[in-house]
């Protein structure tokens, strides 16, 4: 059984780069996940509290006040939803990329080399 050097070339330039891809992507969006869940905790926090507190605000007429306070927070929350939304939509297309080009290229030279025959089918 021979093993093509070539087509092991290949795996060894998109292995490491797609490694250092998945690791670039978690160092950049698990701190905007984190930072997700926190403004949503924000969000029910402020939910929470008026619910609970639905008699005090009505009996000091500070509903506009409170909704405020939640349209802040809930602003807050998708600005901060969004921005992690748009780091995964950039970041996994390319990484998505990389591994069909891999497929792609291991298909295409393996072609090249059992059609000149230097390589089987199988």
């Known amino acids: 059984m021979l093993i ?4 092991s070339l290949i795996f060894l330039v998109i ?3 797609v490694t250092y891809l998945t690791f670039d992507i978690m160092k950049r969006v698990l701190p905007l996940f984190s930072r997700v869940q926190q403004e949503m905790d ?11 507190g639905i008699r005090v605000v009505k ?6 006040f409170e909704s405020s306070k939640f349209n802040g927070a809930n602003e807050i929350y998708s600005a901060t939803a969004m921005k992690a939304a748009r780091t995964m939509v950039i970041i996994m297309p390319l ?4 591994l069909n080009l891999g497929i792609v ?3 295409w030279f393996g ?3 059992v059609e000149a025959g230097g390589m089987q089918t199988g």
């Open 105 to 107: 290229a291991v298909i």
């Open 4 to 7: 093509s050097w070539r087509l």
């Open 42 to 52: 924000n969000v029910n926090t402020r939910v929470r509290d008026n619910l609970s």
């Open 15 to 17: 292995i490491p780069l």
């Open 59 to 64: 009996s000091f007429a500070s509903a506009e």
């Open 111 to 113: 072609g090249i080399q």
């Open 95 to 98: 990484l998505s990329l990389i």
